[in-house]
């Protein structure tokens, strides 16, 4: 079994498929360029010990398979608590309930603290599927209720339906819906929060090709709503968050009814040639309500921008409104998790060790280049012949062996060591970039062939890459060829400041918080001031702040060659984080500008000097800082535009005899570009090898 890369998808087919149930059936060869594991994921130790990432790397409290496996692989690895700090997934995850979007247009920044949820990520789900449009529908209607009684102190009585609901039939619960429309269908907020209750009981109780009776309750719901509240907004404008959070629930409803989708096989698939905004839009959500700070920060938080371009946002709306109801409606423990380290040290590094014990065999600095098509003369099938390598250097004996212990952690070095290779020193000297697709010096090629180096092969590189090393299958491929043309990703970019401040100091009055929607093009950033304990500066900086966003595609830097590609877009984004910061890192940290209103440069602490104080202050210093644009054809984003979902290939495709593929890029039921999205991909390729996991174990997967 050859696993072409080392993202969350390849290591999670590898976790399933070498599991003890398949008595050592698979041989596991994983290939992976260059020396970690990671993928988009990856991240490095560099000067001091500090964390350097590809960017901002946040676990939903959704995400139940990548929950689930990483739980299994700390069971596994059985750490010693008294050696490693970091020996259960408990020690790994911190909760994060703090979530913000920044304000525009003069408003208010938008901070909320959501309350755990019962259970965790990754526990057993016993009771009941919540993962089903019904069970949406059930929340929204249950929060619309909550959000419409803080708004509008209630003046009179309960709901009139609340009393009998246990009793009421269906049958009841329409007639009482016809009598509600027939003499006025509220006075006041009693009235407002009735209908909402009987909605939802109607929803509990219908059969779903009943529902549509329903929806004239709906829209004059929405109709008494919106007079009601834009009074309210008028009087208190701290109210208008609020009203728009209900009025995108009430279109969200009207929408499902009027689309029928609790009866459309499709489900909310069938949505996808609609963007997010356009469809909620169309379903009478107010301009002022698609256009909301809180809409902006999740297409932020989505990277949800074609070519990067700020004005365009697109984001397909049945993924769109899955990933969201998702998010808020079925997290568990908390809304977010932040990793107690990087997620090379958090994630990766466990994974490795784990499945090295279990007889997984890795081979880094393998960049392959090529996956050559034949044909069984007997059954004609397509099938992958060959795989070819540049091997981009020889280890001097033996296996490479890719961790180094910081702060008593194993981790991923932000540098190969050169030491384990053959002309290691030659390749230190001259600037090596074994990492990056452009650099083609290599120490030999190498062929792999089936039926002798391999017979099964998962390929779970980013979709970027695809078009590179799957040039035959592309060429004579419909599907594929549709998939590399139709599903788009972008670049991104991403930097992180270590300040000699803390943060009440430099002006942030808040507990630590991710917030998104500020200005382009680092429109998301958290406060990781946890991670400083785990990095080893001779004198530890008091706090450490991650930025990253989309990256625009600009023409001119990709018609350069690939070197002053590279160079190029790497001086665009620290012009970019230095004006960025310049510009707007007052907004968050007041504390961090001079009299003049002028970042403070020496802030930052260097790494390379033990006291941290860099050369004399200036925009200059920002050197001393990480920072990475993240252009790599694997590394690249992967977007779902409308339009474009349908032209995903599942991971359960069987076009080829001996392929599967894994990635976030496939039709994996998610489609987002996320950990859990590949990370069910990578189960669902395992299921298409051995049958295991069952597609029912595989949670949210719900296509058939």
């Excluded at 408003?107 to 259970?119: E, I, K, S, V």
Aim: contains cysteine.
């Amino acid at each position: 079994m050859a696993i072409i890369g080392g993202g969350c998808a390849a290591m999670a087919a590898a976790f399933e498929l070498s599991r003890p149930i398949h008595r050592g059936r698979y041989a596991i060869t994983v290939y992976q360029l260059g020396w970690r594991l990671g993928g988009k994921g990856a991240s490095g130790r560099g000067l001091a010990g500090r964390i350097e990432e590809h960017g901002l790397h946040l676990w939903m409290g959704f995400y139940e398979n990548a929950f689930r496996l990483m739980r299994e692989c700390y069971a596994e690895l059985a750490r010693d608590p008294r050696r490693y700090r970091i020996a259960d997934w408990r020690d790994a995850f911190v909760a994060e309930p703090f979530i913000g979007v920044g304000a525009a247009r003069g408003r208010r920044n938008w901070l909320a603290c959501f309350p755990p949820a019962d259970g965790l990520p990754g526990d057993p789900l016993r009771d009941y599927n919540p993962f089903t449009l019904t069970s949406y529908l059930i929340r929204t209607a249950v929060l619309m209720q909550t959000l419409v009684a803080s708004a509008l102190p209630l003046s009179d009585a309960v709901a009139p339906v609340e009393s009998a609901a246990a009793e009421l039939s269906s049958a009841e619960i329409e007639g009482i819906v016809k009598r509600y429309l027939k003499f006025g269908l509220m006075s006041g907020l009693a009235g407002a929060v009735g209908a909402l209750r009987l909605f939802e009981l109607g929803l509990r109780r219908l059969a779903p090709q009943r529902l549509g009776a329903l929806l004239p309750l709906l829209e004059s719901l929405g109709v008494t709503l919106r007079a009601q509240l834009e009074q309210a907004v008028a009087r208190d404008p701290d109210l208008q968050e609020v009203w728009e959070v209900i009025d995108l629930l009430l279109a969200f409803q009207r929408g499902a009814l009027r689309f029928n989708l609790l009866n459309d096989p499709r489900g909310f698939d069938c949505l996808n040639g609609y963007d997010t905004r356009e469809w909620l839009r169309l379903n009478g959500a107010a301009p002022a309500s698609v256009n909301s700070d809180l809409m902006r920060g999740l297409y932020d938080l989505a990277m949800a921008y074609e070519d990067g371009d700020p004005a365009r946002p697109r984001m397909a709306a049945g993924l769109g409104l899955r990933a969201c109801l998702r998010m808020f409606f079925t997290y568990r423990g908390a809304m977010m998790w932040k990793m107690k380290a990087g997620m090379g040290d958090v994630v990766f590094a466990p994974f490795y060790q784990v499945l090295r014990r279990r007889g997984v065999a890795f081979k880094f600095f393998h960049r392959l280049t090529n996956v050559r098509l034949g044909r069984d003369s007997s059954s004609c099938a397509p099938h992958v012949a060959a795989l070819e390598f540049d091997l981009q250097a020889r280890v001097r004996d033996g296996e490479y062996q890719p961790l180094v212990e910081i702060a008593g952690l194993p981790c991923w070095p932000a540098r190969p060591d050169y030491a384990q290779l053959l002309d290691g020193e030659r390749a230190r000297r001259e600037g090596w970039e074994f990492e990056s697709h452009w650099e083609s010096r290599r120490a030999r090629r190498l062929r792999l062939r089936v039926g002798r180096d391999f017979d099964l092969v998962i390929l779970a590189i980013g979709l970027g890459a695809v078009p590179h090393v799957c040039r035959e299958i592309v060429a004579t491929n419909q599907r594929w060829a549709a998939m590399v043309r139709k599903v788009k990703t972008v670049p991104t970019m991403a930097f992180q400041l270590w300040l000699r401040k803390d943060m009440e100091e430099l002006g942030w009055d808040h507990l630590p918080t991710t917030m998104s929607g500020f200005p382009k093009p680092f429109d998301t950033w958290a406060d990781m001031r946890h991670l400083l304990d785990e990095e080893a500066w001779p004198k530890r900086p008091r706090s450490l702040l991650y930025f990253c966003g989309a990256m625009p595609e600009t023409n001119g830097l990709r018609k350069a060659k690939a070197a002053a590609y590279v160079r190029a877009a790497r001086r665009l984004v620290k012009t970019a984080a230095a004006d960025w910061i310049t510009a707007n890192l007052g907004l968050i940290l007041p504390g961090s500008l001079d009299r003049h209103r002028q970042f403070r440069w020496e802030l930052l602490v260097d790494p390379a000097t033990p006291d941290g104080i860099g050369p004399r202050p200036s925009r200059e210093l920002l050197d001393t800082q990480f920072w990475t644009a993240n252009i790599n054809p694997s590394d690249r984003y992967v977007l779902s535009i409308p339009g474009s979902v349908e032209y995903r290939i599942s991971p359960l495709d069987y076009d080829y005899d001996n392929l599967t593929i894994a990635g976030d890029w496939t039709e994996c039921g998610l489609n987002l570009g996320c950990v859990e999205a590949a990370v069910m991909s990578g189960r669902l390729a395992a299921h298409a090898i051995a049958q295991s996991p069952a597609l029912e174990d595989i949670i949210g997967y719900d296509h058939p």
